[in-house]
Each structure stands twice: as C-alpha cells, then as structure tokens.
C-alpha cells in the first residue's frame, strides 16, 4: 500500500515558474503540472525545468491543457495534428508522459460521437507511437461534450490504451452532475484526478470557474463523497488540484502552496471516513482531534492609549478587576469563568503582531482542553504551525498551552484546567475589590475575527482542517459606506457550541493595514451571552454603560414585523436591544457597546428556542449606529 501521491497545476500559486516549483517542494507535494503558459514565459528550456524538478524531488505528472483537439473542419484537424506532435517533442524533452486534453468548446468543435471517436482514435495512435498518453477531460461549457459521463463514453469507445479520462472536480460538481457514476469508470482508464472546491455562486460557469475555484476545505462542494467515489472505482494516481483563483495569483506563493498541500491532506482524511481505501491506496490519516470544551479566556492589545477605556468598558460589562502583572503590563478582569488579560504594553511578544497600539485587537483566544498536546500534534501533521508556550514570569514552564496562529492578529490557546492556576499565579498585584457584583453574563457566544482578503481561505480551511468547524452560508452586508463579507464557522464541543466569525472588508490588503476610521466596530467583537438580556443591560447601564444607541427607526420597522408588545418595545428601545427569530420560534436578543479604539466593541446577546443565527438581518443597523458615534 502506497501513500496517494499529492500534486498541484502551476497555475494555482502566483510567481515564475521556478519560484511555483520550489514552493511545490517545499510544501510537500510529491510532483505537478506544467500550465503551458508558465512554461513559455520561463526562461527556462524544457529539459532545463526537467532538471530542476528532478532536483527537487517533483515528478512532472500532466502538461495541460491541450485544447480544441477536434474540428469539424478536416483541414483544421490536420493542422491540429501537426500541432500535437510539437507538444510531444515539448514534453519528451520535459520527461511528462501525460498529456490534458479538453474538449472544445468552439463552435467549429466536432458535434457528432462517430467523429469525435474517429479523431480521438487518430490522437490516441499519435500519442502512442510517441511513448505519450492523453487525458480527456470535458469542459463544462463544451460544444459537445460537457459532462464527464460524456467523455468516459468517447474513451471507452475509442478503446485505446493511450487514452484516458481525467476527471475534475469542478467540472463535473458545478453543472449538478452526480459524480457516483465514477465507481463505473474502470481506474486504469481514469489517467488524472484535478480536485477544486468553490463556494456556492449563480453566475456563469465560465466565469466561477476561471476566478472563483479554491482549495478543499474552503468552499462548498461535497468533495468528500467525489474523492469516496473516485477511491472506489480503483484510481491509484495523483491527486492533484487546478485553481484558478485571483486572489491566489498575488498571494505569497509560499503560503498558496502550503494551503493547497494541507486542503488534499485534510481531504483524504475527509474521504477515509467514507470509504475504505483500496489495498493499493493509503488515504492519509492525521492524528485524531483531542478533547475541547468552550472559550475560557481573552487577552486584548490595547497598548497604552485605550487600556484605560477599555479596562471601563469591561468593568460596565460586569468584569472585575482582580489582578495585575507588574512586570509584563498585564491586568487581570473575571467574571464567573471567564478572565480577561488586557495588554498595556508597546511592541513586546504580548502586544498583536502588526496591530498599531491605538488599535485595540484580539490577540489569543483562550479554550479549554484537557489534552493540547493532541492539538498540537494534529495540527502539525497537517502542516499548521503550533508550538507549546508559557506566560513570561510562571516558574514551571509546562505544555499546558499550545497555541496556534488564526489570523496574523489573533492565535487560538488550547489550556488545560491547570493551566489556569499557573498562569493567573504571575499576577503579582491584587487589587482591592470593595464590591462583588453578581454575573451579568457566563460565556463567550462568539468572536468576530477581522480577516484581510488574501489570508480569508487559509483561515477557513485552517478551522475546518485542524479543528472540524461546520460553516454556516456566508452572508454579505452593505452598510452606508461599503460591503462587509462574513462567514460563521462553529463547533459542537462538550462545553457548548465555539462560534467564530470571519468578517472581511474586501479590499483591505493585509492584516498590517489598519481600517479607515469611518469602518470602526466594522468587523471585530466578542459577544457574551446571558440568560436575561434585560437583567443583564439593566445591570449594566448601572455600571455605566451607555449601550450602542438604535435609530427609533428599526424599532417602528420591528413593531411592524413581530408582535412584540408595546411595553417589550420601549424596553428594547430604552436599553439598545435589537431582535431577530428564525421560522422554528428560536429568538436571538442582544446589544452592543461603543467602539473601542477603531474597529473593537462587544456584543451581549441572549439565546432561546435553539436559536443558531447571529442576529444578521440587524448587521447593516448596528454598523449604521456605529458610523454615527
């Protein structure tokens, strides 16, 4: 049994051809395709690419594509032969064997079987005495042939050994098409395997396919039961993915390339849970998940300039401060189970990489699990960084805490139970609390993460690979001043349910870039949740808290639409609560704070009835009232 060999087009990364080769090296994959585009704007000669392949211990397994093979026209068919023979020559000198080839997609193209079988036939013979074999793929948007059941039929037809079919994702998953019509397809006749996944777009094909495929893991295909029926019908070749993306055709290369090794990794194990592998094929298998709970913890940066509003806006939360770090800048706020660790201090290994000082942000999540070192593990079998560390000042350094980077300001924390002890013993200042409040809340509902553009799917397909979480349809709201794209993503753990928000202001370049002013509390926030939202704003409102005010406007609109009361609405007027239900009689109650800084705020929220939205239809309200602050 062999290990599935991992492959990926050229196409896919940014860069020149060798700078593509070298991160395909370094990311793991065993070989790749050469897009004919990248061959003929490298410097490089054929033979020399071959090289250097060799050296970097890739294989060259299909030199695509190969198009409008066929013609209705004999004279352009003829020339089309000449035209293939010179390919040949291109890919002996290569090394490659294996040549793509679409079908057409002109109105010239052959539009009856007997032909196209014929012509087939005479370029299979071709590809044969030259020591070559032909992958036939259909394209989606084919003049004749556009479904891959299509394509198998000619091949079989044509019964030739130099013939095959390749078969991609996104060809057959975009139309609709069942792909369980593979397990039929002979594997020996199956030459090529090209995988992409895209989220869920009406529009034409063409166009979703040219600008909008992505990695496994980071759209919406059921790519697992295609990879199950493609194991099942005896495919033993590379599994290799096609993107084109144009977010990814300026993206580190580096990067695009480690994502796209890890997307194939996180799907075999995907497809393993489907089927059995055969006894030729072994389906990768990382160490399982270990044990997770729910969000224990929080630090912010807040730097120097906001730690004071913000340690006032979480004491209005109901938080206490109760310890202090003399040394490291740290204070210390609880609340039942929850703490809170804010970050006074400038450029030190505690303060959000690339996040300015006067910009408060979200720099660790900290969730409960008993056993990390699972985590850690897991996660660098599938190529994610993780590391275990310590808090500066705690004496016993131990592996209670391991930490993964989510976003280039954010990292999540698996820490066990002890963990806790340890790290609140560094605190060395107590200060005096003179009153204990009750709990205005008891547990992080969710975390709205900011996500520039060109990280939001290696974000995804981290949280989906590594940790499992489901994704919810994305959502996309307009605001007065622009468009902010989310995307829920949760998981069901022992403690509860994680929910984390990836909201994406598009346009925005990187992490490093602060938002304009104008965009504040457009995409980060922490929401606790309640068991009595007006208990929990009126207790509030008596720490202080003056809660984000609404337009009387949504309230008459909301009086409109659900029958209320006259006193339930005054009250959510008075206190800054918005509303939503979903048809099964779930309610989703819930109210946030100002700003902190340009883009921090928190949401208090209150769910009944199994509830499981976040309350969006009130986004485009709540963004509205934050621009008028």
Known sequence: MSAVATSVATVSLSGSLDEKMRAIADAGFDGFEVFEPDLISSPDL??????????????????QPFRDADSADPDQFARNLVRIERKFDV?????????LVCSSPLAGAVREDDLLIEQMAILAERAHRRGMRLAYEALAWGTHVDTYGHAWDIVRQVDHPALGTCLDSFHILSRGDDPAGIRDIPGEKIFFLQLADAPHLVMDVLQWSRHHRCFPGQGNFDLARFGADVVA???????????????????????????????????????????????????FSPPPPGPIENVVSLRIAAGPAKAAQLGTVLRQLGFDLTAAHSEHGLSLFTQGPLAVAVDTTVDTLWTAPGVPAHLPALAQIGVRSERPDLWLTRARALGVTASTVTMPGVADATDAVVR??????????????????????????????????????????????????????????????????????????????????????????????????????????????????????????????CEDIYAAASAMVDRGLTPLRISPNYYRDLDARFELGSDTLDAMQRLGILYDADASGGEFFHFFTGTVGDDLFFEVVQRTGGYEGYGETNSAVRLAAQLQE
């Open 404 to 529: 993964l980077a989510v976003t280039g300001a954010t990292s999540l924390d698996l820490r066990t139970r002890d963990s806790a002890g340890a790290w609140q013993s560094a605190f060395d200042l107590a200060p005096r609390v003179t009153e204990r409040h009750d709990a205005c809340v008891s547990h992080v509902d969710h975390i709205a993460l900011a996500v520039p553009a060109e990280s939001w799917d290696g974000v995804m397909l981290l949280l989906r690979s590594v940790f499992g979480m489901v994704p919810r349809d994305g959502q996309d709201v307009v605001d007065a001043i622009g468009l902010v794209r989310s995307q829920a993503l949760t998981l069901d753990t022992a403690g509860g349910t994680i929910r984390l928000s990836l909201n994406m202001v598009p346009g925005r370049p990187s992490d490093s870039d602060p938002l304009p002013a104008a965009r504040r509390g457009g995409v980060g926030h922490v929401a606790f949740g």
């Open 91 to 99: 890919m002996e000198q290569l090394g490659c064997d294996l040549l």
């Open 233 to 283: 019908s005896g495919y033993t070749g590379p599994w290799s993915l096609e993107i084109f993306n144009d977010v990814f055709r300026h993206s580190d290369t580096g990067r695009t390339a480690s994502d796209a090794h890890r997307s194939l990794l996180y799907l075999q194990e995907q497809v393993r849970g489907i089927e059995t592998p055969s006894a030729e094929t072994d389906l």
């Open 46 to 63: 054929p033979e020399d690419i071959a090289k250097k392949a060799a050296d970097l211990g890739l294989t060259l397994d299909l030199y």
